[in-house]
């Protein structure tokens, strides 16, 4: 089989970091092999994200500096493949090929596990391939085991959404819900296990929707899935992400007191503090409800770190509806958030709405909603310093002789330590906190640290 290389560009969340690592896996069979220059690539993916702003115009602008690169291979004699994925692919798989018709492969998430097959007809074919569709078929049935290596890893176990929330292409890009059945989530984890993981993150676009075939029939929620996860030997942590408030039913609240290896950090996306704003998000909650979910969580897990997500200038929002979110916040004190400025998205409801909120207004409520995250995520901090805890370590640090590792609210940190504590979990003192990590003292004695085969 002929060597080739391949350079995968990710853009957007972590279920598209996982649906690269897979578009690498299935095509190492055709004797692809990672390669981190594009200029040296036979085939480059660009996997797209449509959450980014102006996301469509960011992709032809790097199409244009990839089309350079596959001219001059092809003025070397070589051929460059050069594919569109993920959901700028699905959302605008036409217009791709309109204004940019040197790109050879243009498919949508559903469709990874036909990627040997477009690539076969890609370099066959004289014109581009695209596939777009949702299938009918489940793609992880065909995609062979992850190649992962490493102490953590993702694994995905829901597709797609229901919801509908007015500013959020998702559910058009990526389809209706879809659980993968327990028995092939839990035979990925034990692969990932096996070859090195010992922390899984579940994913999902709304991952506590999951509801997948049990092994002996029935349907599994995702509590009973995490804790036939958590008694997998070898499993050290587990985490879950992207959550919606309306879908943390009381098994999986009670999950996060029984369970220990189901860390005590949660992201729980509210976007805004405004019942008005929530209702024309169509967020089918209030801010009510979500306080009283947090206090309900904190009950079952008094040490639990909270993130959110927050979008600040959704159309028709107002100085008191954006005084709203200042007060949720306030009442909850997050470890860690993600804000953004509203964005119109095509073909989303909130993008028709006249009563758009100004640049210079979304500009002014972001700085003064992320100076109030930034100091509630110091005061976490810097509440650490002084403290032993649990460090998962997952590689060398910034400087010689350091280890790095996470916390179990997912904070970087740094220590000088042994290399051979990679993969292993050990006390750390933490004795300083930076704005976006902690450093501190390896504390473990031997027969402390969970050190792993
Ligand atoms: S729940 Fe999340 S993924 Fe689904 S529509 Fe709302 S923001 Fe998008």
Known sequence: ???????????????????????????????????????????????????????????????????????????????????????VAQAEGAEILARAPYVDVVLGPQSYHRLPELVARAARAAGAVIDTEFPVEAKFDF??????????????????????????????????????????????????????????????????????????????????????????????????????PRDMDDRLIAAHRDIPALMPFLHLPVQSGSDRV??????RHSAA???????????????????????????????????ATLALVRAVGFAQAY??????????????????????EKDARLAELQTLLRAQQAAFSAACVGRVLPVLFTGPGRH???IAGRSPALQPVHVGGPTHLIGAEAAVKITAAHPNSLSGTLVATPEKERACA
């Open 278 to 283: 929530l209702a024309t998000m169509n967020r």
């Open 143 to 244: 995609l062979p085991p992850p190649g992962h290596t490493g102490p953590t890893a993702f694994l995905t176990i829901q597709e797609g959404c229901d919801k509908f929330c007015s500013f959020c292409v998702v559910p058009y890009t990526r389809g209706a819900e879809a659980s993968r059945p327990a028995a092939a989530v839990l035979a990925e984890a034990r692969h990932l296990l096996a070859r090195g993981a010992r922390e899984i993150t579940l994913l999902g676009q709304n991952v506590n929707a999951w509801a997948g075939a049990a092994p002996g029939g029935g349907t599994w929620r995702l509590a009973d899935l995490l804790a036939a996860l958590a008694a997998l030997p070898g499993l050290l942590r587990l985490r879950y992400t992207t959550s919606h």
């Open 289 to 323: 409800d979500y306080l009283r979910l947090i206090e309900r969580l904190r009950a079952a897990r008094p040490d639990l770190a909270l993130s959110s997500d927050f979008i600040v200038g959704h159309p028709g929002e107002t100085a008191a509806d954006f005084a």
């Open 400 to 402: 010689p002789g350091q």
């Open 339 to 360: 804000s953004f400025k509203y964005s119109p998205r095509p073909g989303t409801p909130a993008a028709a709405v006249p009563a758009q909120v100004s640049e210079a």
């Open 1 to 87: 089989m002929t060597p080739r290389r391949l350079h995968v560009i990710t853009w957007g969340c972590q279920m598209n970091v996982y649906d690269s690592a897979r578009m690498t896996d299935v095509l190492a069979p055709l004797g692809y092999a990672p390669t981190a220059r594009p200029e040296d690539a036979d085939m480059v993916i660009l996997n797209t994200c449509h959450i980014r702003d102006r996301a469509a115009e960011k992709v032809f602008s790097e199409l244009g500096r990839l089309r350079r690169l596959k001219v001059a291979r092809a003025e070397q004699g070589g051929r460059m493949i050069l594919a569109v994925a993920g959901c």
